[in-house]
């Protein structure tokens, strides 16, 4: 089993950014929310990533998991959480940007442990991006003056290049790095991260393993978005961008098909296969849900194992296929936004 900041986790874990990130009256209820929760940790996914950011200041996933841990506080010593922070005061709907002042790490954590109200010990904080007017090595050492003072376990990084993983780690110890990794995000496997990770012995957490749910094949077509979704806002759900990508979904359905389990199952588990394999780290997918049966299905994919054909065969069809639009709306290069 891998270990964040000493404390064990399951090879899947769970991202929260859809339990509260959502356009107004779309959120879950908390009762749909904590099902989804719940089965998470039966499931042994119990490392949960959230954020300040995502939703409003009074309804984020800080006020979720505070109101979680209220009505099921046997829970608290279970999960690991880590919580992305480090923006200016709003979440993403509002426009939040990097902000890696030491004044504003420490307005970023101090809110982070008001709200959790001590609930739940925050294990993991990360600035959400990498502010491109401030150092690195100064918002590492701001945020590091929490661990050693006990109020946090641990400091994650999120979106960074190789360079920026190097410098941060000659500051403090990283606990981890989050970064988008999945079968059309591979980026990791050629821009260094993933062996700047293993150099330092980064446990590395693949967010959007399923490429936003484009992966599961429940999406045909850009119609199938509800005009409030935000992934329109995505260059890969455009157009004939979509149509170009989706010919990626109908190959490992494919494979799926032969095995017998979903394409999103099978999209998990390329990325687990990669965990500790030819000198890269541990990998562990944070796919996000927002339904107790969609983490059920997630989880299944712990125990479903590609055989060495199988991960040439997706090797193979990788070779061939380029995904077609950006990762991120705008420039998916921005400054702050690395990797």
Same mark, same amino acid.
């Given at each position: ?79 690991? %959480? ?82 920026? %993983? ?79 990508n989706l010919k990626l979904v109908k190959e490992v359905e494919k494979i799926a098909s032969a095995k ?59 070779k061939n296929f380029k995904p077609t639009g950006g990762r991120y709306p705008g420039d998916p290069k ?6």
């Amino acid at each position: 089993m891998p270990s964040i900041t000493g404390k064990e986790v399951g090879p899947v874990g769970f991202g929260m950014m859809g339990l509260t990130l959502k356009p107004p009256g779309k959120t879950p209820s908390n009762d749909q929310s904590f099902a989804a929760m719940k089965a998470a940790l039966a499931n042994g996914a119990n490392n949960w990533n959230g954020g300040e950011i995502y939703g409003p200041p009074e309804a984020n996933s800080l006020q979720l998991l505070n109101a979680y841990f209220t009505k099921y506080p046997e829970d608290a010593d279970k999960v690991v %959480i880590s919580i992305k922070g480090g923006c200016n005061v709003g979440g993403i709907m509002a426009g939040a940007k990097p902000n890696g002042t030491p004044e504003n790490i420490k307005r970023s954590i101090d809110e982070c442990l008001r709200v959790l109200d001590g609930k739940k010990f925050l294990d993991l904080f990360e600035a959400a991006r990498v502010d491109p007017n401030v150092p690195v090595e100064t918002t590492i050492a701001a945020i590091d003056e929490y661990v050693k003072a006990g109020k946090i376990g641990g400091i994650a990084l999120s979106e960074v290049s190789a360079a920026t %993983i190097r410098k941060a780690a000659k500051v403090a110890k990283i606990s981890a790095v989050e970064v988008e990794f999945s079968l059309w995000a591979t980026d990791i496997l050629e821009n260094g991260v993933a062996a700047a990770c293993a150099e330092n012995d980064i446990p590395i957490i693949a967010y959007s393993p399923i490429g936003r749910g484009f992966l599961t094949g429940e999406l045909q077509k850009p119609e199938d978005l509800a005009p409030d979704d935000l992934r329109r806002h995505f260059p890969r759900f455009q157009g004939e961008a979509f149509y170009e990508n989706l010919k990626l979904v109908k190959e490992v359905e494919k494979i799926a098909s032969a095995k017998r389990c979903t394409a999103g199952q099978v999209a998990l588990a390329w990325i687990q296969a990669h965990s500790g394999a030819k000198g890269l780290p541990v990998i562990i997918p944070i796919p996000g849900a927002s339904t107790d049966k969609r983490v059920n299905e997630n989880s299944k994919s712990a125990s479903i194992k590609l055989s060495d054909s199988e991960m040439t065969e997706i090797e193979d069809l990788l070779k061939n296929f380029k995904p077609t639009g950006g990762r991120y709306p705008g420039d998916p290069k921005a400054a702050y936004l690395e990797g």
